[in-house]
């Protein structure tokens, strides 16, 4: 039997994804030993990043069989539009530093447009991390830095409300592609090179507001 897609993406990644959750800068913030500014500077990386999967989404849902895959539900731009505009202010985007490892990291998901086996790896990497520790995330930060519900709705899906029906649900699809063998080969490599990505984004965030 041909072990499903979605297995393949969570095992092949297990390291790097462990890897990327123990950097400092993330275990610092989740702590709350860093400040709002920090955080800001997250929402910031985040809109370019989303901005540049949500325009290979659009890309990819034209494709045959792309339709299949691409969620309205996971959308998150507006959100985190909306945060930045309580954040930063109305004048939100004159504001945003996109850090060197972030413009990388844009410049590769407008590529994955191209590839339906490229693209499911970084949508599969970053929307169900998102579902699976969102709500946490969530409530650490409100805890720690004072947010109520303004400033971090990205992590609020509200057309999702419940998550484990909905990543069932994503992994069927996802598991359903036809992709030949190769294809599956270059997701699993692809979601690695994904949580390289964010690795890279952790160290730049890191040697900013590390103390």
Do not use: C
């Not at 494709?63 to 895959?69: A, D, K, S």
């Not at 069932?168 to 090179?193: C, P």
């Amino acid at each position: 039997m041909t072990t499903p897609l979605s297995t393949l993406l969570r095992e092949g990644t297990r390291p790097e994804h462990e890897a990327a959750e123990q950097m400092g800068f993330v275990e610092q913030l989740m702590a709350g030993h860093l400040d709002r500014a920090a955080y800001t500077d997250l929402a910031v990386q985040q809109h370019a990043i989303y901005t540049a999967l949500e325009a290979a989404s659009a890309e990819i849902r034209a494709q045959p069989g792309g339709e299949t895959i691409v969620f309205d539900e996971l959308t998150r731009v507006p959100s985190i539009e909306a945060d930045l505009a309580f954040l930063l202010g109305p004048d939100w985007a004159q504001q945003m530093r996109v850090l060197p490892a972030t413009e990388r990291y844009a410049a590769r998901l407008r590529e994955t447009g191209s590839s339906i086996a490229l693209y499911v790896a970084h949508a599969y990497t970053r929307y169900l991390g998102d579902l699976s520790g969102g709500q946490i995330i969530q409530r650490m930060l409100e805890r720690h830095y004072g947010f109520g519900a303004e400033g971090v709705s990205f992590y609020h899906f509200a057309q999702i409300p419940k998550a484990k029906p909905f990543k069932d649900a994503y992994r069927e699809r996802l598991d359903a592609l036809d992709l030949d063998e190769d294809q599956r080969a270059t997701a699993v490599a692809e979601a690695k090179r994904a949580f390289e990505h964010n690795r890279a984004l952790f160290a730049e965030l890191g040697a900013l507001h590390l103390r």
